[in-house]
């Protein structure tokens, strides 16, 4: 019912950009805030951004905040996220998910989850 597509990942030298999206149904996109979160090899979750309802408000984590830029199009249903600047060690597969509130704790654990699209940095 509940579907949640990444797309937009690939292979990219350090320094490039990418804009990943993800394509939602079965839902009320509008009223649910959005993430994006990510697992690199060998390690676990890791929370990377979050965007309100209306697209007003928006968090990210330390480590991609002024590199990365979340946005949405609530009349598409879809969710996108812009990365600049890219270092390996943002090498992951990136997921989106929904949740009713700002809670990436939350997110991590009790969110519904897409297939995810992996995203490389490296030479």
């Known amino acids: 019912q509940v579907q949640l597509v990444e797309s937009g990942g690939g292979l990219v030298q350090p320094g490039g950009s990418l804009r990943l999206s993800c394509s939602t149904s079965?839902?009320?996109?509008?009223?649910?805030?959005m993430y994006w979160v990510r697992q690199a090899p060998g390690k676990g979750l890791e929370w990377v951004s979050a965007i309100a309802q209306n697209g007003v408000a928006t968090y990210y984590s330390d480590s991609v905040r002024g590199r990365f830029t979340v946005s949405r199009d609530n009349t598409e249903n879809t969710l996108f996220l812009e990365m600049r600047s890219l270092k390996p060690e943002d090498t992951a597969v990136y997921y989106c998910a929904k949740y009713g509130s700002f809670n990436p704790k939350a997110v991590l654990s009790n969110s519904n989850w897409g297939p995810g699209t992996q995203v490389t940095v490296s030479t």
């Open positions: 079965g839902f009320t996109f509008g009223s649910h805030w």
